[in-house]
Nanobody
């Protein structure tokens, strides 16, 4: 059974940090790119970051560049999203998803089109 399980969300003050984890199972981890998406209240879901073991490629949305860092631990089949200098506008449910396409393709892929999808973890950033 394929599973993507997010964890690490919570409540943090503006300027603080959180590290999200996405634990994957049921598929060959290194053959897939893992993307992070988020959906803020009243807004559409958007792509945030992507990690691809093949070629060690990464991608970040402009809104998080310089503040978020994506990384992977293949031994644990886990992708992390380190979020620093958090802002209230980062408040959202964060989802991870896996796709056999590259990060370059995932940039224009919706969450619903990803091969496998997690259920999300809530991040709340207070002013």
């Amino acid at each position: 059974e394929v599973q993507l399980v997010e964890s690490g969300g919570g409540l943090v003050q503006a300027g603080g940090s959180l590290r999200l984890s996405c634990a994957a199972s049921g598929f060959t981890f290194d053959d897939y790119a893992i993307g992070w998406f988020r959906q803020a209240p009243g807004k559409e879901r958007e792509g945030v970051s992507c990690f691809e073991s093949r070629g060690y490629n990464t991608w970040y949305a402009d809104s998080v560049k310089g503040r978020f860092t994506i990384s992977s631990d293949s031994a644990r089949n886990t992708v992390y999203l380190q979020m620093n200098s958090l802002k209230p506008e980062d408040t959202a449910v964060y989802y991870c998803a896996a796709d056999s396409e590259s990060c370059l393709s995932i940039v224009t892929t919706t969450f619903g089109e990803m091969d496998y999808r997690g259920k999300g973890t809530l991040v709340t950033v207070s002013p």
